[in-house]
């Protein structure tokens, strides 16, 4: 599994028009999900998510995790990232989990992270998302497992 995590002071992803998701301060992940990946690389995943120190301590320095400031977290599907774009002008998809593959795991994120935290947001899988944010920083990272 790939993420992007992004620090923000707001984030939001629409589905036709209509907010399916939104948070103030916290993290927008975007996550892809691999033909090799498993439920146990969905939890640690988000383990890493939820621990990764990003945000700043009372001198500044990323310090505290998304636990220490109570922060959203918008869960948002991106098979996009999942793409080998080592050659040609034009990305391959092989390296990505099915759609179907893709969908369970997703889901499957997704409710371990509500039993986890309770601040989670999401995206739709399979739908066209229209996300926006405020990248604060900007703090940006990739983390892959």
């Known amino acids: 599994m790939i993420t992007v995590i992004q620090r923000v002071t ?16 916290g993290i927008m992940a ?15 995943l988000f383990e890493r998510i939820l621990n990764y120190r990003i945000f700043p301590d009372s001198e500044n320095r ?5 636990q220490s400031i109570q922060g959203g977290l918008l869960l948002v ?3 996009t990232l ?3 774009t080592n050659s ?4 391959s998809f092989t390296p990505a989990a099915s759609p179907e593959q893709g969908e369970k795991l997703f889901t499957y994120f997704v409710t371990h992270a ?11 899988f399979g ?17 892959k497992v």
Not at 62 to 66: D, T
Not at 88 to 91: D, E, F, Q
């Open 62 to 66: 990323m310090n505290l995790n998304l």
């Open 30 to 44: 975007l996550i892809a999900i691999e033909k090799l990946d498993t439920e146990k690389s969905a939890q640690r």
């Open 77 to 79: 599907p991106q098979f």
């Open 127 to 143: 739908a066209d998302m229209q996300v926006s944010l405020t990248n604060d920083g900007p703090v940006t990272f990739t983390l």
């Open 88 to 91: 040609g002008n034009r990305p």
């Open 10 to 25: 707001q984030a939001q992803v629409c589905v036709a028009g209509e907010q399916v998701g939104k948070i103030e301060r």
């Open 82 to 84: 999942a793409a080998d």
């Open 114 to 124: 509500r039993s986890c935290y309770p601040n989670i947001e999401t995206g739709l």
